[in-house]
C-alpha cells in the first residue's frame, strides 16, 4: 500500500515531499519485517517462515479440515470478486477525471478479499 502510494504521489510534482517520506516508510516496513521473521525462525526453529515463500500463511493447512476450510473461504472470495469487480469498473469509469479513484478501489478489493477469506474461515472453524 505505502509503496503504490509513493509511486502514484511521486507523479504529482506538488506531493513530492510526501512521496519521498511513503517511499522511506515502505523501506524501513520491508527491514523492520525482515527482522521479525529471523526472530520468528530463531524462536520457532521447528515452524520456520520463509522470507521468499510466495504461499500465504493462509494456505498453510495441516490436514483435510483445513484444506476444506480454505477451499470454501477461496471459493466465497471468487464469489465476491465476480460481483465486486464489475462495481468497481463502473465506478473508476465514473470517476475517471479523479487519479485517486482506481487506487482506492484497488485497495478496497484488497480489504474486502481479507474481510471476506477471515469472516468465512471465522465461521467455518467456530461451527458447533
Excluded: H
Amino acid at each position: 500500500m505505502f509503496i503504490t502510494a509513493s509511486l502514484v504521489l511521486s507523479l504529482i510534482n506538488t506531493q513530492a515531499l510526501l512521496a519521498k517520506l511513503f517511499s522511506w516508510i515502505s523501506f524501513i516496513l520491508a527491514f523492520v519485517w525482515t527482522i521479525l521473521i529471523k526472530l520468528y525462525n530463531n524462536k520457532n526453529p521447528q515452524n520456520k517462515s520463509k522470507l521468499n515463500s510466495f504461499i500465504p500463511y493462509e494456505f498453510r493447512e495441516m490436514d483435510e479440515g483445513q484444506q476444506w476450510v480454505t477451499f470454501k473461504a477461496c471459493r466465497n472470495v471468487n464469489i465476491y470478486y465476480s460481483l465486486a469487480i464489475p462495481v468497481v469498473t463502473i465506478i473508476c469509469f465514473v470517476f475517471s477525471q479523479n487519479i485517486f479513484v482506481p487506487i482506492l478501489c484497488i485497495g478496497a478489493l484488497g480489504v474486502g478479499q481479507y474481510i471476506v477469506y477471515w469472516m468465512t474461515t471465522f465461521r467455518l472453524l467456530n461451527r458447533t
